[in-house]
Nanobody
Framework: QVQLVESGGGLVQARGSLSLSCVAS????????VGWFRHAPEKWREFVAA????????YYAESVKGRFTISKDSDKNTVFLQMNSLKPEDTAVYYC????????????????WGQGTQVTVSS
């Protein structure tokens, strides 16, 4: 059974930084797209960033561009989300997800999801 496990969430003050990690239990990420999504209370789930395992192409939502960086460690089968200059509106549960190559923004196209990690940014 494929499992994605996120870690690294927590409480941080505005303008602070956090780094999230997503580890797959098996070689899920091979030839995949790995994305980060977030879900805040009373809001729709939102695409944050994605990376292709082959070619290492990266994609970002406009709201996080220039502040967040997605990267990967192929040897450790891990994807990271470095979040800098955090804002209170970044507060949400952050999910890692994986899918076959193709469109990256739509969460409904992702096959595997982690359990989520809470990120809270205080003002």
């Amino acid at each position: 059974q494929v499992q994605l496990v996120e870690s690294g969430g927590g409480l941080v003050q505005a303008r602070g930084s956090l780094s999230l990690s997503c580890v797959a239990s098996v070689r899920t990420f091979s030839r995949s797209v790995v994305g980060w999504f977030r879900h805040a209370p009373e809001k729709w789930r939102e695409f944050v960033a994605a990376i292709t395992w082959v070619g290492t192409n990266t994609y970002y939502a406009e709201s996080v561009k220039g502040r967040f960086t997605i990267s990967k460690d192929s040897d450790k089968n891990t994807v990271f989300l470095q979040m800098n200059s955090l804002k209170p509106e970044d507060t949400a549960v952050y999910y890692c997800a994986a899918k076959t190559p193709g469109a990256v923004v739509s969460g409904s196209q992702y096959n595997y999801w982690g359990q989520g990690t809470q990120v809270t940014v205080s003002s």
